[in-house]
C-alpha cells in the first residue's frame, strides 16, 4: 500500500533469520510498484517517539525477485537498528518508494572485482542473483567476490548459495573470516578482506587493464581496499564505493 502524501510504502515482513546476535535477513513483501536496479539501496524507515527514524538499505534481492531481501547488522545504540531488531513476522515498516545509488555493474567492462565485509554482501547478492536468472541472454561477465567476515555465520546462508553459483564457472566467490580462532572448523581463507585482495586479483588476472572494482560495507575496509587498488594501477574512476557509514563518526 502506498501512503500517497508521504510517498512511503507499508510492507510487511514475512520472514526473519538471524545468523548471529547482530546479524539478520529479514524478507519483506514487495510493493508492485517498486522497481530497482541490481545494486540499489531502499530507503527503509520506522517511527519512534512520533518521529519517523529512516536509513539506506541495499537490497539483497534481485529485481526479479518476488520479495525484498535486507541484510540487517543491527548496530549497538543505533537509532533504527534498535528498533528494527524486536521486528516479528507479519510486522510492517516503510520503505521510501524510490530506490537510489549508483552501485551497479558498470557495463563498460566483462571483469569486475567485488569486495564485501559482512552486510556489505547485499548489491553483490543482488547483482549476481539477475547474472544468473539473465544467463541465457549470452552475458559474458566474470566476477572475483571477495567476503570478509568476523566469523562464519556472519556470512549468512549467502556462503552456500554463492558456492552453487560459483560451480557454474563465470563466479570466483572467496569467503574469508577474521577470527578462525573462534572456529577450528573452518577451511576457508583467513584475515581480513582486504589483505587477500591482491592475492586474487592477481591470482584470477583481474586487473586495471582489464577490470572495475566495487568496494563495499566498512568505511575502513574501503579506505584501504581503495588504497591498494590504486597501487595496483586502477583509477579512481575504475574504483566504484559504497560506505555504510562515514569513518570519521566511528567510536
Ligand atoms: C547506501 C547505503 C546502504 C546501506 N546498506 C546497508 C545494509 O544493506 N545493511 C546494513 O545493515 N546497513 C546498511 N547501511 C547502513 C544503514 O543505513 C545504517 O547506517 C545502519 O543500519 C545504522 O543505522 P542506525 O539508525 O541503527 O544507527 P545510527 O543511529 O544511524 O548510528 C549510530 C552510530 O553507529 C555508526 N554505524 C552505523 N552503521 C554501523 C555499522 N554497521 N557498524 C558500526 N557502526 C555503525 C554510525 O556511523 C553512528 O555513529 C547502508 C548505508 C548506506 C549509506
Redesign the pocket.
Known sequence: MLLEADALFKIKLLERIDYSHDIAVFRFEKPKDFDYKPGQ?ATLAMEHEGKL?Q????MVSSPLDNDLE????F?A??????IMANLKVGDTLYLRNQAK?IFYLDENYTRHLMVATV?GI?PYVSIIRTLEKKRDENQNHQIVLLHGASIASELCDYLKELDVIARKGWLEYVPTISRPWDEPEWAGETGRVEDLLRKYADGFNFNHENAVAYVCGHPQMILNAKSILLRARFKEEQIKQ?????LE??D
Open positions: 539501496y527514524v536509513r539506506a538499505y541495499s535486507f541484510i540487517i547488522e548496530v545504540g543505533g537509532s533504527l537498528t534498535t545509488g552486510t547485499a559504497e560506505a555504510y557509514f562515514p563518526l566511528q
